[in-house]
């Protein structure tokens, strides 16, 4: 049985046991998206006993991409839908419920990108393997009609770290390298303590510096604060700073949702680097993750390609020095409703958002004083 219901407090307890939840499904990612003109709208799927067995939080949001002119409507169902994508006949009526309920809605087209597992590990590597029940279900989206996203959202693959066994297990699970810099830290003075809301600001700073250092685009200072703000409200947060001899030299936020915690944002200062405040900042969120009941940690991204031609491949090297391991998955897949008004959109919108990732690039080197 298919319903749509209304988002409140009974959404995240829902959705906590279902197979792949994830945090930008919950309540307060909605929450947060409804802050910048998207509105929720959460559907479930229950089984003759009227038990949840897949649900997806459908975000739509009207745009005018030239500014002027008629209105569109897009959704997007971030890290979702949500169920056992081995059990055939629940995901066929997963994806032919969201299917009507996007020509219903009048979308353009609508975007999901679920965890549905291509495969795990380095594709070439003798521990690589591939998911039969992913490649069947990418098969059968494509005779369905969803085509392979030119805008992907969010990370194809991921690095996640297993929280199992004993801290000494976590520390053979690492490289040499890692266990040697975090030890350095721990020897260097390096103290990492959980942050105050009141020093979100200051954190949001250390943010804009790492992201004009590190060039990448970031938005603006409110949206962070709201962010973080809301989840931590939520018990869902815990930020951690790391400070040498008083003063802050790095920091990140860790989300927690269930049995996953999430590595979403990190910054620093580019002060005392050499003494390797990242790798305990990184151990110390293990710790505090377990301590929330977290099984997993996501670290929140890994290559397309991997090798050294992937801008991301320096950071994956990183994670994996950890102990991380690689998960492949599907990545956005976009069900076109009105073919020529997604061939437009899909014209403009790149050009779009490189004037605005110049402008807010520009702002965000005015507000650190670059």
Not at 65 to 78: D, F, N, Q, S, T
């Amino acid at each position: 049985m298919f319903e749509i219901l209304p988002l409140d407090a009974a959404w995240d307890e829902l959705i906590r046991e279902l197979p792949g939840c994830h945090l930008l499904q919950t309540k307060e990612w909605a929450e947060i998206k409804a802050e910048v003109g998207w509105q929720a709208y959460p559907c479930v799927w229950k089984d003759a006993s009227a038990r949840p067995e897949a649900a997806a939080l459908l975000l739509v949001r009207s745009v005018a991409p030239l500014k002027v002119g008629p209105r569109i409507a897009v959704g997007y169902i971030p890290r979702g839908p949500m169920l056992d994508w081995s059990d055939a006949d629940l995901r066929h009526t997963v994806m032919a419920d969201l299917a009507r309920l996007a020509r219903q809605l009048r979308l353009l087209f609508l975007k999901i990108d679920p965890e549905l597992r291509r495969g795990t590990g380095v594709p070439g590597r003798a521990d690589a393997w591939e998911d039969p029940v992913g490649q069947q279900a990418l098969a059968e989206w494509q005779e369905e009609g969803w085509q392979y996203s030119r805008s992907q959202v969010q990370f194809k693959n991921t690095a996640l770290l297993s929280l199992a066994g004993s801290e000494e297990e976590w520390l053979a699970r690492m490289k040499q390298k890692s266990r040697y810099n975090l030890r350095l830290a721990q020897r260097s003075g390096v103290a990492v303590r959980t942050a105050r809301p009141e020093e979100f600001p200051e954190l949001y700073r250390m943010y804009a510096e790492t992201s004009v250092r590190d060039h990448f685009v970031i938005r603006a200072e409110e949206y962070y604060l709201s962010v973080w703000q809301r989840f931590s409200a939520a018990g869902m947060l815990t930020p951690l700073v790391a400070e040498f001899d008083g003063q802050k030299i790095a920091g990140l936020m860790l989300f927690h949702f269930q049995k996953t915690a999430w590595y979403l944002y990190g910054m620093s200062t580019g002060l005392h680097r050499e003494k390797m405040p990242n790798n305990l900042l990184q151990w110390e969120a293990m710790r505090a993750a377990r301590a929330q009941g977290c099984e997993r940690y996501d670290l929140w991204g890994a290559p397309d390609v991997f090798d050294e031609s992937d801008s991301m491949f320096g950071v994956f090297r990183f994670k994996e020095g950890l102990g991380a391991e690689v998960l492949r998955t599907c990545g956005a897949w976009d069900l076109v409703i009105r073919p020529l008004g997604y061939t437009l959109y899909q014209q403009i919108l790149p050009r779009i958002l490189n004037v605005l990732r110049r402008n807010r690039n520009v702002e965000t080197r005015q507000e650190i004083g670059a």
